[in-house]
T-cell receptor, first 114, second 116 residues
Framework: DAGVIQSPRHEVTEMGQEVTLRCKPI?????LFWYRQTMMRGLELLIY????????DSGMPEDRFSAKMPNASFSTLKIQPSEPRDSAVYFC????????????FGSGTRLTVV | GNSVTQMEGPVTLSEEAFLTINCTYT??????LFWYVQYPGEGLQLLLK?????DKGSNKGFEATYRKETTSFHLEKGSVQVSDSAVYFC???????????????FGTGTRLQVTL
């Protein structure tokens, strides 16, 4: 298995531009999670999906952030408009349905907003 | 709510030293407990886990024992190597959700630096 695949690995964009981050979970995993990691705040859960349905988006910082999961093999996290304070590493993770498994994380997207 | 508390880092050790990274948790019910490791520039990787009290998780020379009486899951390794330098995260699963993947609560991470 190729693991959780995220793209792009690095993204540099100008303030105000739209940014879309992509994630392909492991086949057969029913849950998908988006995390943001910064030095100041550590690892923050933004949103998670079970069976393509958003379950908890309370971690999404504001309306500029949106996430979708149109099917079991693809998810996007969009920031529009982007701001310098959005600069962080964004991780996607997936997990099988039942509860005692941990997550498998992707390698992350390092976003820099200038 | 659930929470995980890890010792502050960074932890700096010489190669072959003994490692302990403390982790305590607060949760209702009986969570599963995990240690993840993050190497520079990479995502988090599952290092080991324990799903019930007194279970010992182990991998790559690392061990942690699920202690319900002290609500702890301390990470240990008898002899660290330079290649163990990374950030280590303790986490617990939400024991209340059934039929779905559990939501993990992570600690803040502890940076380990091993020198020659």
């Amino acid at each position: 298995d190729a693991g959780v695949i995220q793209s792009p690995r690095h993204e540099v964009t100008e303030m105000g531009q739209e940014v879309t981050l992509r994630c392909k979970p492991i086949s057969g995993h029913n849950s998908l999670f988006w995390y943001r990691q910064t030095m100041m705040r550590g690892l923050e859960l933004l949103i998670y999906f079970n069976n393509n349905v958003p379950i908890d988006d309370s971690g999404m910082p504001e309306d500029r952030f949106s996430a979708k999961m149109p099917n079991a093999s693809f998810s996007t996290l969009k920031i529009q408009p982007s701001e310098p304070r959005d600069s962080a590493v964004y991780f996607c993770a997936s997990s099988p349905r039942t509860g005692t498994y941990g997550y498998t994380f992707g390698s992350g997207t390092r976003l820099t907003v200038v | 709510g659930n929470s995980v508390t890890q010792m502050e880092g960074p932890v700096t050790l010489s190669e072959e030293a003994f490692l302990t990274i403390n982790c305590t948790y607060t949760a209702t019910g009986y969570p599963s407990l995990f240690w993840y490791v993050q190497y520079p520039g990479e995502g988090l990787q599952l290092l080991l886990k324990a799903t019930k009290a007194d279970d010992k998780g182990s991998n790559k020379g690392f061990e942690a024992t699920y202690r319900k009486e002290t609500t702890s899951f301390h990470l240990e390794k008898g002899s660290v190597q330079v290649s163990d330098s990374a950030v280590y995260f303790c986490a617990l699963s939400d024991p209340l959700r059934t039929g779905t993947a559990s939501k993990l609560t992570f600690g803040t991470g502890t940076r380990l630096q091993v020198t020659l």
